[in-house]
């Protein structure tokens, strides 16, 4: 990875910033939560005892009255007594049915408002039986029967639909009672009645028989509150406006009150939980807030089936006597929780009803979220801030980096080193520091370079003379007596001496060689015929190696001749360097493989051999001067002596590491470049050459 990715990856660390942030601002939510469950625990607990001797709470039933209530709601609407339910779609019903005659099914909804109750009632009946007027009986057909408190019973009955009276029995006689407002329809389900009766009429109870009769007249349903007329008659239950009137003393914006009884039936309520969404800061925020940040809660408990009913847990333990806390999901948003405490109200000991106090979390969230939008404000702009920074230095540092890399890298893959064109770098940091040793490094280099250059001819001069006078000496040992056991060493300080005499003279002839490089003239030569006459020439020189060539087409399939620039005999003694080279590496019966190929610029030759590959090194080092891989090759074995070549024995063999600098010095010369490789397969060696092409076409 690149230094300028892994310093991002690095600045990605920014991101536990923001992240700390949050976590602080969930703690602070945390000890918000816990702050407001206790404020609203010490308030509800507050408003209930204020309740303890409330007279209103004295007469709600108990928890163990067999009785079951009918509740009504209060209103603020008008309803109109039609027999219809245009009036009724946002009360829920409760429903009325008889397991043994169950298709007849009754709904029930029940509404105060002013000093009236109303009644719907919608009766679904497969076969309705209207009044008999002939029948002996008063009471037949399907009818209703009301139960009040003061003990008087209604029947309401008729003979067709439309308005429906209603009788008051007194003994054996009906009395029609003009109090009672009611309606018949019928509708493809059955039939409904709505009614409305005076509260002052009621008297705090009411209960209602709803009577089937079949063709034969026998009663097959009987729906409602009251199993038969001599039960007593339950309670009418509603909210009470005393009650009412005294909570809502406590009323408080986004404080939502209610009193239930011991049958968990709401008898007083108060205040709203408020509009669903905050008015602080912009939604955005608020949304990422509380959609990551923010902690679920379990879900609002579903309401009950039976209308003015509060079956919450909370509720539940309270009539146990145990004060409740608990956290729900606002079922109308999935980003708001509601804190839901009950508390119970105790009156000379006994519980007479039940405090539930509801409360969202929207004021405090309010708090956390102008908290975190600044937070996100101003850590967006630290971290743009910052990234900016970051990214500036990064460009900066990388930039200085890479431009000590490049000036590098052509120091290294040049044989010239221009230390002038090296930067200069006065920074005292760490790369400044590198920059100024790089400098320094290249300059010992080139000094030392130069002193290797200069070195053969400096031994060709300073050594002349004292070999003359060695071998001088030793001539004129060899006039004078010697015993037979020196000549021994006689001879090999005349050995010594000529290759001595050898070595001095090659290093004159690489110095002739690179002066007469550069003063070599050019002229288009075609390569692959060159290449292919010294193929053949090799094959006759070494029968003992086999000596393969491919890529060279015959002459009279070549469309057009390629040519090169060059003077035909560096290129034939680079061939020829090339060639003693893979000579004496190649072992016996081993193949030397010259491949030849043409591009439409430059033409690449790979010269391959078989044998030892080259030792890792010195593989980058093997065109240098004075550079041998026989001596790292026998070195490597554990043995000093060289490998045998074409030298006639009884002439000592010298290698110098001149061949293959004489070869870079020719291809470079040639504007080409060269290269040694191992072969994949490490059987051998592989030297590639690209010299440029010249494209003329000629005819043959």
Same mark, same amino acid.
């Given at each position: ?59 709600? #039933? ?6 079951? #209530? ?16 245009? +009036? ?5 019903? @409760?429903? &009325? ?5 169950? /298709? ?70 009906? @009395?029609?009672?003009?109090? !009672? ?104 925020? @608020? ?56 508390? #119970? ?45 970051? !990214? ?166 070549? #469309? ?14 680079? &061939? ?17 493989? &010259? ?33 041998? *891989? ?13 490998? /045998? ?35 994949? +397969? ?5 030297? *590639? ?12």
């Amino acid at each position: 990875m690149k230094l300028s990715h892994q310093l991002m990856a690095v600045s990605l660390l920014m991101l536990g910033i923001p992240w700390a942030g949050c976590q602080y601002l969930r703690e602070l939510e945390s000890a918000l939560r816990q702050g407001q469950e206790q404020a609203l625990l010490a308030s509800t607990r507050a408003i209930a005892a204020s309740f303890a001797n409330d007279q209103a709470l004295a007469s709600l #039933p108990s928890a163990n009255d067999p009785l079951a #209530p009918l509740y009504a709601e209060i209103v603020d609407w008008p309803l109109i007594v039609d027999g219809y339910d245009n +009036d009724w779609q946002s009360l829920p019903p @409760r429903r &009325f049915t008889d397991p043994q005659t169950y /298709p007849v099914r009754l709904r029930l909804r029940a509404a105060i408002r002013g000093s009236d109750l109303y009644l719907y009632f919608h009766v679904f009946d497969d076969s309705v039986h209207y009044q008999n007027r002939a029948h002996p009986v008063f009471e037949n057909g399907d009818r209703l029967v009301l139960h009040t408190g003061d003990g008087e019973r209604y029947v309401l009955l008729s003979g067709a639909p439309g308005k429906l009276p209603a009788y008051r029995r007194e003994k054996q006689q009906y @009395r029609l009672e003009q109090a !009672i407002e009611a309606q018949w329809q019928d509708n493809n389900q059955g039939y409904s009645i709505e009614l409305s009766i005076p509260l002052n009429k009621v008297h705090g109870q009411l209960g209602f028989t709803l009577l089937d009769e079949d063709d034969s007249g026998t009663i097959r349903a009987r729906l409602g509150n009251m199993g038969t007329y001599e039960q007593a008659t339950p309670p009418l239950l509603y909210r009470s406006r005393s009650l009412h009137q005294s909570l809502d003393v406590f009323h408080a914006s986004g404080l939502r009150l209610r009193i239930v009884n011991p049958q968990q039936w709401l008898v007083a309520a108060t205040g709203s939980l408020g509009s669903v969404e905050s008015d602080y800061g912009n939604w955005f925020p @608020r949304w990422i807030y509380r959609s990551i940040v923010q902690e679920p809660h379990a879900a609002y408990p579903p309401l009950s089936p039976i209308p003015g009913q509060e079956n919450q847990p909370v509720v539940r333990n309270a009539l146990e006597g145990k004060t409740d806390i608990h956290w729900y999901q606002d079922p109308d948003n999935e980003q708001r929780s509601i804190l839901s405490v009950a508390t #119970p109200i105790i009156q000379q000991g006994n519980i007479k009803a039940v405090l539930l106090a509801e409360e969202s979390n929207e004021r405090f969230l309010g708090l956390t979220d102008q908290a975190f939008q600044r937070l996100l404000l101003f850590g967006l702009i630290a971290f743009i801030l910052t990234g900016l920074g970051l !990214i500036t230095y990064i460009a900066w540092l990388s930039g200085r980096i890479r431009r000590l890399s490049q000036a590098t890298a052509p120091m290294i893959e040049s044989q010239e080193l221009s230390v002038d064109a090296f930067p200069k770098s006065r920074a005292q940091d760490e790369i400044g520091d590198l920059t100024r040793n790089f400098r320094q490094l290249f300059t010992r280099i080139r000094h030392y370079n130069d002193y290797l250059q200069t070195l053969s001819r400096k031994l060709t001069h300073e050594l002349r003379t004292p070999l003359a006078v060695v071998r001088t000496s030793l001539d004129n040992l060899e006039d004078e007596q010697v015993a037979e056991s020196s000549r021994v060493y006689l001879q090999r300080a005349r050995d010594g001496a000529s290759r001595l005499s050898q070595l001095l003279t090659a290093l004159s002839e690489a110095t002739r060689m690179e002066e007469a490089i550069q003063q070599a003239d050019q002229e288009p030569i075609n390569m692959a015929a060159l290449l292919d006459e010294l193929v053949t020439v090799y094959r006759q020189l070494h029968p003992e190696k086999r000596i393969e060539v491919s890529g060279i087409l015959p002459m009279h399939l070549v #469309p057009t001749r390629k040519t090169i620039a060059a003077a035909p005999e560096l290129i034939a003694q680079m &061939f020829d360097k090339l060639f003693a080279n893979a000579v004496d590496f190649t072992p016996e019966g081993g193949e030397i493989h &010259f491949h030849y190929h043409e591009h439409s610029r430059h033409v690449l030759i790979d010269v391959s051999n078989e044998g030892e590959c080259l030792p890792a090194n010195i593989r980058h080092q093997i065109f240098d001067q004075l550079i041998s *891989s026989r001596d790292h090759q026998h070195r490597a074995k554990g043995n000093d002596t060289q490998i /045998p070549t074409s030298h006639p024995p009884d002439t000592p063999s010298v290698h110098l590491g001149l061949g293959l600098y004489i070869v870079r010095l020719i291809v470079e010369f040639h504007q080409g470049h060269i290269r040694a490789e191992n072969l994949p +397969d490490k059987s051998g060696v592989v030297f *590639s050459l690209n010299l440029p092409l010249i494209n003329r076409k000629s005819s043959e």
